[in-house]
């Protein structure tokens, strides 16, 4: 993250220079192997030098901090916005999927159970199917019986309408 408007100078200076200010015994054009071979210019006040012309440019460099710090911080704040938004559309999305989960097994189960229903209305319905055809079966054999008695003049048939007539 930027540093504040006070320690500018340390920003621009990337600490390592301000560190090198703070070190012992330096002096005008000294080489400092340890930093990388750079060469440090010392004032008498203190301050380090790094090349000719950087007076003119840190002004240029902390106006352009000020506006960049602002712009970063507003960009670090609409990042976070977008990762609470991503947290809660996560969590809602993983509630939804556990919701689908669970739906989805109940439904899954519910299937089970009609299969089993069907399963046995099936039995029953074969079941049934076979009475049926016994007791369809039986009334041929009967049919043919009282067939076989009128035959011989034994009893006179009864008209079919009738017969169901008075069944009701």
Known sequence: MFQDEDDD???LLGGRDHQ???RESRSVGTQDDSDGGELL???GDGRVVGFPGME???PLIKDVLKQIVPLHREEESK???LMADVGERDLKHRETVSTLERETDAMFQRLKVLESTVTRSGRVT???CAE??????EMGVAQSTMRQVCDKGGVSPLPEDDFYD???
Do not use: Y
Request: hydrophobic content about 45%; charged content about 25%; some cysteine.
């Open 56 to 58: 003119e440019l840190l």
């Open 126 to 128: 074969g079941q049934i």
């Open 166 to 168: 008075h069944q009701i």
């Open 132 to 137: 049926l055809m016994a007791a369809d079966a």
């Open 79 to 81: 990042m976070e916005a």
């Open 20 to 22: 090198r200010n703070n």
């Open 41 to 43: 210019v010392t004032e």
């Open 9 to 11: 100078d340390d920003c």
